[in-house]
């Protein structure tokens, strides 16, 4: 069965700091994973995905992601956060392209002034 | 980007009444969307993939007699929590996928529902 761990609950960090949030997967066949971001009492959004191709793949607000198939882990990355960053965080893996997806437990963020 | 709208953002209802939650992607055509539920603080379970024309299919430990699924279109889906309880309070959040095979599925903003 397919699985995603986000190990981290909370994160603080100081604005303008960078931030790394881990997700490790487990999956039997090749993974589509992404990253969301959500607000309180909001929906999900985007931030990246990978389906295949380069393993470092950037996506919006300046957040990037790499593929380690070895390690099974997908790692999303932000080289200085912002105070808008503050959300929570979901990584999530699928069979195929937006279906059925398995999300991991999230990591919330918080952003120091 | 394709834009998925959930209707309403809240709902509180009284125990034991029904309530209807609607999904409609704006400006695409959906012929799979999917309901996931998420508890305070807590991840998002997939609860149901919803298929245009067709039944939809319950996950295991979903009650499919109490979260009715109708997709009537290929652009609206609608999860009916029948008989509510309190416990049935939650966040629901449904997705679609665009029906010319994009690669990825678009979320509403979801649904708060408060049963009292």
């Known amino acids: 069965a397919q699985s995603v761990t986000q190990p981290d609950i909370h994160i603080t960090v100081s604005e303008g700091a960078s931030l790394e949030l881990r997700c490790n997967y487990s999956?039997?066949?090749?993974?589509?994973l992404f990253w969301y971001v959500q607000s309180p009492g909001q929906g999900l959004q985007l931030l990246l995905k990978?389906?295949?191709?380069?393993?470092l793949v950037q996506g919006i607000k300046g957040f990037e992601a790499e593929f380690k198939r070895s390690q099974s882990s997908f790692n999303l990355r932000k080289p200085s956060v912002h105070w808008s960053d503050a959300a929570e965080y979901f990584c999530?893996?699928?069979?195929?392209?937006?279906?059925?997806?398995?999300f991991g437990g999230g990591t919330r963020v918080l952003v120091k002034p | 980007g394709a834009v998925v709208s959930q209707h309403p953002s809240r709902v509180i209802c009284k125990s034991g009444t029904s309530v209807k939650i609607e999904c409609r992607s704006l400006?695409?055509?959906?012929?799979?969307m999917f309901w996931y539920r998420q508890f305070p603080k807590q991840s998002l379970m997939l609860m149901a993939t919803?298929?245009?024309?067709?039944?939809?299919?319950?996950e295991q430990g979903v009650e499919k007699d109490k979260f009715l699924i109708n997709h009537a279109s290929l652009t609206l889906s609608t999860l009916t929590v029948t008989s509510a309880h309190p416990e049935d309070s939650s966040f629901y959040i449904c997705?679609?996928?665009?029906?010319?095979?994009?690669?990825?599925?678009?979320f509403g903003q979801g649904t708060r529902l408060t049963v009292v």
């Open positions: 400006d695409f055509q959906a012929t799979t």
């Open positions: 999530a893996v699928g069979p195929m392209a937006g279906n059925k997806l398995t």
């Open positions: 997705s679609a996928r665009d029906r010319t095979g994009g690669a990825e599925a678009f």
């Open positions: 990978y389906f295949s191709g380069d393993t």
């Open positions: 919803s298929n245009e024309g067709s039944k939809a299919t319950y």
């Open positions: 999956y039997g066949a090749t993974p589509y």
